[in-house]
């Protein structure tokens, strides 16, 4: 009986020593994979940045050479004799052609006399026209009211605390 008894003492001697064993590489286990997880989530969060990095660089390029090619467009347009001479007609075609010519990036072009009244816009309803004459010209009334404001001593700071 007692040889009996000392081998399951040896028996549990053995089974509580594996048992530690498993339970210490459980826990190795577990720390070195959630290292490894945090590393993975490190490098994942490097690569999204350098990609939005570099894709913010492609797209500030690809933007920069479809402005670099309008330039030239705005350029012959301001300086086209129709638009000079105010042949209105003649004008209109042009902008109309430029505006559908560079339709990718820009919504309308605007043909504005020299005190800021708008002669044509390509390519915009008439709604869109009203709206965009009513809208600028409440702009101009208010920026005259105040500059008229402002010459006769009326105007005040709007950040006073007074």
Same mark, same amino acid.
């Given at each position: 009986?007692?040889?009996?008894?000392?081998?399951?003492?040896?028996?549990?001697?053995?089974?509580?020593?594996?048992?530690?064993?498993?339970?210490?590489?459980?826990i190795?286990?577990?720390?070195?994979?959630?290292?490894?997880?945090?590393?993975?989530?490190?490098?994942?969060?490097?690569?999204?940045?350098?990609?939005?990095i570099?894709?913010?660089?492609?797209?500030?390029?690809?933007?920069?050479?479809r402005?670099?090619?309008?330039?030239?467009?705005?350029?012959?347009?301001?300086?086209?004799?129709? #638009?000079?001479?105010?042949?209105?007609?003649? @004008?209109?075609? &042009?902008? $109309?052609?430029?505006q559908?010519?560079? *339709? /990718? +990036?820009?919504?309308?072009?605007?043909?504005?006399?020299?005190?800021?009244?708008?002669?044509?816009?390509?390519?915009?309803?008439?709604?869109?026209?009203?709206? #965009?004459?009513?809208?600028?010209?409440?702009? @101009?009334?208010? &920026?005259? $009211?105040?500059?008229?404001?402002?010459? *006769? /001593? +009326?105007?005040?700071?709007?950040?006073?605390?007074?």
């Amino acid at each position: 009986m007692l040889r009996g008894l000392a081998i399951s003492k040896n028996s549990l001697v053995i089974l509580i020593a594996i048992s530690a064993t498993a339970i210490i590489l459980s826990i190795l286990a577990y720390q070195y994979s959630n290292s490894i997880s945090t590393k993975v989530v490190d490098i994942a969060t490097q690569e999204i940045r350098s990609n939005a990095i570099i894709q913010a660089h492609d797209l500030s390029e690809i933007l920069a050479n479809r402005l670099e090619s309008i330039i030239p467009l705005l350029q012959t347009l301001a300086d086209a004799p129709a #638009l000079q001479n105010n042949e209105y007609q003649r @004008a209109r075609l &042009i902008i $109309d052609f430029r505006q559908n010519y560079t *339709s /990718g +990036l820009t919504d309308f072009y605007m043909w504005l006399e020299k005190d800021g009244k708008i002669v044509w816009i390509s390519n915009i309803s008439d709604m869109r026209i009203v709206c #965009l004459i009513v809208f600028t010209t409440l702009i @101009a009334l208010f &920026i005259r $009211d105040i500059l008229t404001l402002s010459r *006769s /001593g +009326l105007c005040c700071s709007l950040t006073s605390n007074k």
